[in-house]
C-alpha cells in the first residue's frame, strides 16, 4: 500500500476559465481509519460537470467544496483496511 495519498484541493473559487491557482495537487500522509471507518484504494475517478459547480459558492443541490478542502468526486476503489463492522 502507498504511504502517501494525493489530493487535489480547492484554493480558490474560479471565476469563468480555470486557470492553474484554483486547485493544487498534494502530496499527504495515508489517514490510519478511525472507530467505524474503512480505507480504501481508488480505482476510478468520474469527472464530471458538477465538478465545477461543486467549487462555486452558488446555491446547489449540496454544499459547495470549502476551500482548502479536497475536490469531492464519485469514486470506486477496493478496501485495503476497515474498523467498519460491517
Given at each position: 500500500?502507498?504511504?502517501?495519498?494525493?489530493?487535489?484541493?480547492?484554493?480558490?473559487?474560479?471565476?469563468?476559465?480555470?486557470?492553474?491557482?484554483v486547485l493544487s495537487?498534494?502530496?499527504?500522509?495515508?489517514?490510519?481509519?478511525?472507530?467505524?471507518?474503512?480505507?480504501?484504494?481508488?480505482?476510478?475517478?468520474?469527472?464530471?460537470?458538477?465538478?465545477?459547480?461543486?467549487m462555486s459558492d452558488?446555491?446547489?443541490?449540496?454544499?459547495?467544496?470549502?476551500?482548502?478542502?479536497?475536490?469531492?468526486?464519485?469514486?470506486?476503489?477496493?478496501?485495503?483496511?476497515?474498523r467498519h463492522p460491517?
Amino acid at each position: 500500500m502507498a504511504e502517501s495519498n494525493r489530493v487535489w484541493r480547492l484554493r480558490k473559487r474560479p471565476v469563468g476559465e480555470l486557470s492553474d491557482d484554483v486547485l493544487s495537487l498534494e502530496q499527504e500522509a495515508v489517514p490510519e481509519p478511525g472507530e467505524g471507518e474503512f480505507l480504501f484504494r481508488l480505482n476510478y475517478l468520474s469527472l464530471d460537470p458538477t465538478n465545477r459547480i461543486w467549487m462555486s459558492d452558488m446555491d446547489q443541490y449540496m454544499p459547495p467544496v470549502e476551500l482548502e478542502d479536497p475536490m469531492r468526486g464519485v469514486v470506486c476503489g477496493t478496501v485495503v483496511k476497515s474498523r467498519h463492522p460491517d
